[in-house]
């Protein structure tokens, strides 16, 4: 299934996406604690972002070549701050290629950006650079069903924005089955497995805060400031509709997200 909306217009705000540092980080421990290749000699950071995702490699693997790539230059020049000895190209994946086998591919919140039909062009290409061994690793939000995204869609085709919002379409991700029947004939090992994170967060405000620096910013930028306003205001209405206070009046996110450990065969 296709849910309307991706036309992503501006650059990603590394400053934004960092307000929720900790949380965004967590499922990228959690993928890293599930890779198998225990030595990796060198690693690509596949959209690094502003270097939190790098920053977990290098804990894990300090002696390690590791590089990111990202095609945001905002998100790039944060990590180049964060981590001034390790290697950051602006980049997209649709048309990079490694200069040599790469024994450790990380991907953390990235692919569900990519149109459905590139993501495992991209993915199966990149394996094939691999030497047998090799581990792909990537993890994605799999939220587009959640009240936070439903509600988002809503606000979009309700409002006098919606002509202008049409064309967003962000693709939903592909299942665990498909996923697998893509990546098995050509990797001895394919391991997917799904996570809910339940995220207190101080309020609804902050519920949107946070996905103002992920999913709510195709919806934004098109927009001009005023609607961008209504179009908040309206957003936050129906999310504290949706999400209870919980006893200590904070609000709890659920954040179903999806893993995948794919090894080269
Ligand atoms: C949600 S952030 C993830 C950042 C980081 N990996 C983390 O663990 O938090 C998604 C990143 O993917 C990058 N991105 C989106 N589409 C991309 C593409 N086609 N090529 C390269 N990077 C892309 C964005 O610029 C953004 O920095």
Redesign the pocket.
């Given at each position: 299934m296709a849910h309307k909306s991706t036309g992503v217009q501006s650059d990603?705000s590394a400053s934004q996406?960092l307000k929720f540092e900790d949380e965004?980080?967590r499922p990228?421990r959690d993928l890293l604690s599930r890779v198998i290749f225990q030595n990796p000699k060198n690693i690509v950071?596949l959209?690094?972002?502003p270097g939190?995702?790098t920053a977990i490699l290098e804990e894990r693997y300090p002696t390690a070549q590791i590089v990111g790539?990202?095609?945001?230059p905002d998100?790039i020049k944060k990590a180049k701050s964060t981590l001034p000895k390790r290697e950051f190209f602006v980049?997209?994946?649709?048309s990079y290629s490694p200069s040599e086998s790469v024994d450790l591919f990380f991907s953390?919140?990235?692919f569900h950006?990519?149109k459905g039909g590139e993501r495992f062009e991209i993915i199966k290409k990149l394996i094939g650079t691999q030497q047998p061994g090799g581990n792909f690793a990537f993890q994605i939000p799999y939220n587009l069903s959640e009240p936070s995204h439903v509600l988002m869609r809503e606000t979009a085709v309700n409002g006098p924005w919606a002509s202008t919002l049409s064309d967003v379409d962000r693709d939903e991700f592909q299942s665990p089955q498909e996923i697998y029947d893509q990546l098995k004939p050509i990797c001895s090992e394919v391991h997917i497995f799904q996570t809910d994170y339940f995220h207190p967060l101080a309020d609804h405000k902050s519920v949107m805060e946070w996905v103002k620096g992920?999913g709510l910013r195709p919806y934004l930028d098109p927009l001009t400031p005023e609607d961008q306003e209504s179009f908040m205001e309206i957003y936050l209405g129906s999310l504290e509709k949706a999400y209870p206070k919980s006893v200590d009046r904070k609000v709890l996110l659920r954040y179903p997200r999806l893993f995948v450990v794919a090894v080269k065969g």
């Open positions: 990603w996406y965004r980080t990228a950071d959209g690094c972002g939190n995702s790539i990202d095609s945001s998100m980049q997209g994946l649709e953390n919140a990235v950006w990519l992920s």
